[in-house]
C-alpha cells in the first residue's frame, strides 16, 4: 500500500485546512487509515483513524469536536477536516494504514505534510 498525502499549508488560528490521504496499490489490504502528527520536539502522536469501510471514527481528545475524519470510496482517499485550528495543532502530519484489525500497528506510512498554525 502506498499513501499520499497532501493539503498542509499556513493557516490562521481559528482558521480550517483540510488534508487528504490517497492510498493506492493493494488497497483492498487496508483496515484502517489513521492521521498523526509530529511537532517539533515532541514524539509523533495519534489523531485520529477510521475503518477502511468506512466505520466509526476515534479522535484524539485534543482535536474532538474540531476535526473530522472521512473517506471518499471512490478516490481511495482519507480526508481530515480540521477547523477551529490552534497554534497548538502545528506539526508535520501524516497517514497511515493498518491491515490487521487485531494488530494496533501502522504498516504503511505516506510522506509527511505540514501544517503551520499562525497568530
Known amino acids: 500500500v502506498q499513501l499520499q498525502a497532501c493539503g498542509g499549508g499556513l493557516v490562521q488560528a481559528g482558521g480550517s485546512l483540510r488534508l487528504s490521504c490517497a492510498a493506492s496499490g493493494r488497497t483492498f489490504s487496508i483496515y484502517a487509515v489513521g492521521w498523526f502528527r509530529q511537532a517539533p520536539g515532541k514524539e509523533r502522536e495519534f489523531v485520529a483513524t477510521i475503518t477502511w469501510d468506512g466505520g466509526t471514527p476515534y479522535y484524539a481528545d485534543s482535536v474532538k469536536g474540531r476535526f473530522t475524519i472521512s473517506r471518499d470510496n471512490a478516490t481511495n482517499t482519507v480526508h481530515l477536516q480540521m477547523n477551529s485550528l490552534k497554534l497548538e495543532d502545528t506539526a508535520v502530519y501524516y497517514c497511515?494504514?493498518?491491515?490487521?484489525?487485531?494488530?494496533?500497528?501502522?504498516?504503511?506510512w505516506g510522506q509527511g505534510t505540514q501544517l503551520t498554525v499562525s497568530s
Open positions: 497511515a494504514a493498518r491491515r490487521s484489525s487485531i494488530n494496533p500497528g501502522y504498516d504503511s
